[in-house]
């Protein structure tokens, strides 16, 4: 037997005409797609689509194939429904961000498990939204405009950007407290594919202060280890409110601009498959997730 996601990604393929298609559809790469196919081919040494430059087409090999495998994938999907909607270990796969996963939710799920032993939470980590949103993820939460197709998006916290620095960073370094010479500060850096993540250079021009250049820049690849080296007195990084909040209540971080901040038009929202059936402990995280950011501190409060 092949690998069962082959067999999802051949029967997505041949249903919607198209890697790109069959990529949307379960929420995955379109080269990933296309590596699964060809390795299901390879399985069998047989050429289930024929390629053209921008096409497929079922071989004849692929129909036959098709028409056997589907009745048996469709009645695995019913029995996985039935499965999901009465098992009470199930866990809940909840995916998010390495930012949010790290610095806002692992924090957090002591007390939830204190509170709700009876369930159980897979968290997923992925700074690739399509991980996030794969077809075997029941919850994510993803930094975007809210708008996503699929899923039912609702807003946990909003954007709100600012630097922030350890106090003996600061004490080394008062004249930080000055907008005018963060730009020859040693400043912490986030390498992002997302290219609308604010980075120092765009922080610095919404704020009115327009560099040159950035002279003395640390660059990490994750947005947590930025802050773990802010903590450590490496540098000024970039804090998104609610990410940071449990550093600066601690006192491990502060802000030396005071209230200076960046407010964006993006947020951090829970996203929820709507091809999904519900399912009572999924119900249970999302409403406790829910009421986590109805708790929140406000923007401008």
């Not at 390879?42 to 004849?60: C, D, K, N, V, Y």
């Not at 866990?91 to 961000?97: D, E, F, G, R, S």
């Not at 929202?269 to 929140?296: C, G, I, K």
Request: hydrophobic share 40%; charged share 20%; with cysteine.
């Amino acid at each position: 037997m092949p690998p069962l996601d082959y067999l999802l990604a051949f029967e997505a393929a041949a249903e919607t005409g198209s890697f790109v298609g069959a990529a949307r559809q379960i929420n995955i790469s379109e080269s990933a797609i296309s590596r699964k196919v060809r390795l299901l081919e390879q399985h069998f040494g047989l050429p289930f689509f024929a390629r053209g430059h921008r096409s497929i087409e079922l071989t004849p090999y692929g129909r036959e194939f098709l028409a056997r495998i589907a009745p048996a994938i469709e009645s695995l999907r019913e029995a996985a429904d039935s499965a999901l909607k009465t098992s009470k270990k199930r866990p809940v796969i909840l995916a998010a961000t390495n930012s949010v996963a790290s610095l806002w939710l692992t924090p957090r799920l002591h007390e939830f498990r204190q509170a709700n032993q009876h369930l159980s939470i897979m968290l997923v980590a992925s700074d690739i939204d399509e991980e996030c949103m794969a077809e075997t993820v029941d919850l994510a939460i993803l930094r975007g405009d809210g708008n996503w197709k699929g899923f039912e998006s609702r807003l946990v916290f909003g954007e709100t950007i600012f630097p922030v620095c350890s106090p003996d960073f600061l004490k080394r370094n008062p004249e930080i407290a000055d907008i005018g010479n963060l730009a020859s500060a040693p400043l912490i850096e986030v390498s992002s594919s997302h290219t609308e993540w604010m980075n120092w250079q765009s922080w610095l021009e919404r704020v009115g202060a327009k560099p040159r250049r950035l002279e003395r820049t640390n660059l990490f690849n994750s947005y947590p280890l930025s802050i773990y080296a802010a903590v450590d007195g490496v540098g000024v990084a970039l804090g998104w409110r609610h990410l940071v909040d449990q550093f600066l209540n601690s006192g491990k971080l502060v802000r030396p601009l005071g209230g200076t901040h960046v407010r964006t038009t993006f947020g951090y929202y829970l996203l929820t498959p709507q091809n999904h059936p519900a399912f009572p402990s999924r119900t249970e995280v999302s409403d406790w997730l829910m009421s986590v950011s109805a708790a929140r501190t406000r923007y401008g409060e």
